[in-house]
Nanobody
Framework: VQLVESGGGLVQTGGSLRLSCTAS????????MSWYRQTPRELVASITS????NYAESVTGRFTISRDNAKSTVYLQMNGLKPGDTAVYYC?????????????WGQGTQVTVSS
């Protein structure tokens, strides 16, 4: 499994970015997909295979996680960005296979919010 992230960049305070993470393999629809950031490491948002979402308190109301199983892609829409959101953002996939739990990480994408 390979996770490819995109969408990071430099934005001013109050701006928006949308991160994407596309997974290879056939397990995407059965996976929990999450976004973390390294500030130190913090779970930003997650979405289950059934579409249940969970957010860190610091991003609730500003960020939205969604998924498109047909495209094997998870998104993180980030609005109202603040300098404190500056970090490398990582996508994580985890699911239960016939051989046990599996976990994969993307390479990370940099998000920088200027004041």
């Amino acid at each position: 499994v390979q996770l490819v992230e995109s969408g990071g960049g430099l934005v001013q305070t109050g701006g928006s970015l949308r991160l994407s993470c596309t997974a290879s393999g056939s397990a995407f629809s059965a996976s929990v997909m999450s976004w973390y950031r390294q500030t130190p490491r913090e779970l930003v948002a997650s979405i289950t295979s059934g579409g249940t979402t969970n957010y860190a308190e610091s991003v609730t109301g500003r960020f939205t996680i969604s998924r498109d199983n047909a495209k094997s892609t998870v998104y993180l829409q980030m609005n109202g960005l603040k300098p404190g959101d500056t970090a490398v953002y990582y996508c994580r996939q985890n699911y239960m296979s016939s051989l046990g739990p599996r976990e994969y990480w993307g390479q990370g994408t940099q998000v920088t919010v200027s004041s």
